[in-house]
């Protein structure tokens, strides 16, 4: 035997035979759902049954598609999907038909400076170059929304580079805003494994102003920090102001019900480059740590 070459398969690929599938003689049985393959059987996928089956799907698919994309890291951005881009604050004034309705998009209006600051840390972050492995860190990945998440998507278009959006099916219509890289857009049916994906790669991250949303993926990491599930990283709540003025973290340390320490997981911040002094001076000593054990 001079040709050694062993073959890399023996079995036809799944797509192969998904296709040599669609090709069968019509009869009963072959007309029957029982006799669709697994995998093509959306009525057998989406059963009740199958939920373990579904949340390793949507679990391993962005995962697989990150690995492909050679991110290594992100620097996440959270924030509301109300607050208008400067260029578009006056149309929400303008819209405002009694006086409490002019006071909340005046406010409204009065944020949509962190538009351009979300944006401006996206470019930022964007511009790191790849690693010596050729990975790429700080991505920016947003929910995919318009308005702070739009801004965060841009400002990576701004420099030519990818960026990442993870959007959410919901009962009214939405779509992922246009600034989001298509083979990186990926949509998700369960919020928990969404916002797992947030923080399986975020090495940084950035909460605007938001609502209920905000809220709710922000304390999930202060806890996952706080009970020592995740190592720290860099958390930046933008506007102070604001920030102060929905959260009385003081009455919680007051009330013993978290402790001083913990509010120090995160900084307040006011804009896209004093973020980023943040997060670099945090990574540099953790290498002077590294460093220092070694």
């Known amino acids: 035997m001079t040709d050694t070459r062993v073959p890399n398969r023996v079995f036809p690929r799944a797509s192969q035979d998904a296709e040599t599938a669609k090709t069968s003689v019509s009869t009963p049985q072959t007309e029957h759902p029982a006799y669709r393959l697994a995998f093509q059987d959306m009525d057998f996928l989406l059963r009740e049954d199958l939920r373990p089956i579904r949340f390793q799907l949507e679990l391993l698919k962005p995962q697989l598609l990150l690995e492909e994309a050679k991110i290594a890291s992100t620097f996440v951005f959270y924030g ?63 929910g995919g929304g318009p308005s702070i998440m739009e801004a965060a998507n841009r400002g990576a278009a701004d420099v030519g580079v990818d960026s990442i959006g993870l959007n959410i099916v919901l009962p ?45 993926e922000l304390f999930e990491l202060l806890t996952l920090i706080q009970t020592g599930k995740i190592q ?16 009385n973290f003081d009455a919680l340390v007051e009330e013993g ?10 900084t307040y911040v006011e804009t896209a480059e004093e973020a980023w002094d943040v997060v670099r ?11 220092a054990v070694g």
């Open 257 to 266: 019900v978290v402790s001083e320490r913990d509010l120090g997981i995160f």
């Open 80 to 142: 509301s999907a109300r607050i208008p881009e400067p260029a578009k604050a006056q149309a929400l004034l303008d819209l405002a038909t009694d006086d409490a309705s002019r006071r909340i998009a005046e406010r409204l209006v009065a944020k949509s400076k962190y538009y351009d600051i979300a944006r401006e840390l996206s470019r930022i972050t964007s511009r790191l170059p790849r690693d010596a492995n050729g990975m790429r860190h700080f991505v920016a990945c947003s």
């Open 281 to 291: 001076h945090f990574y540099e000593e953790q290498a002077k740590k590294a460093d």
């Open 172 to 216: 009214h219509e939405q779509a992922p805003n246009p600034y989001v890289t298509p083979s990186l857009s990926l949509q998700f049916h369960y919020f928990a494994l969404r916002k797992m994906h947030f923080l399986l790669h975020a090495r940084a991250l950035a909460a605007f102003p938001g609502g209920f949303g905000t809220f709710d």
């Open 232 to 247: 720290p990283i860099p958390v930046l709540l933008f506007g102070r102001e604001f920030w102060e003025r929905v959260i």
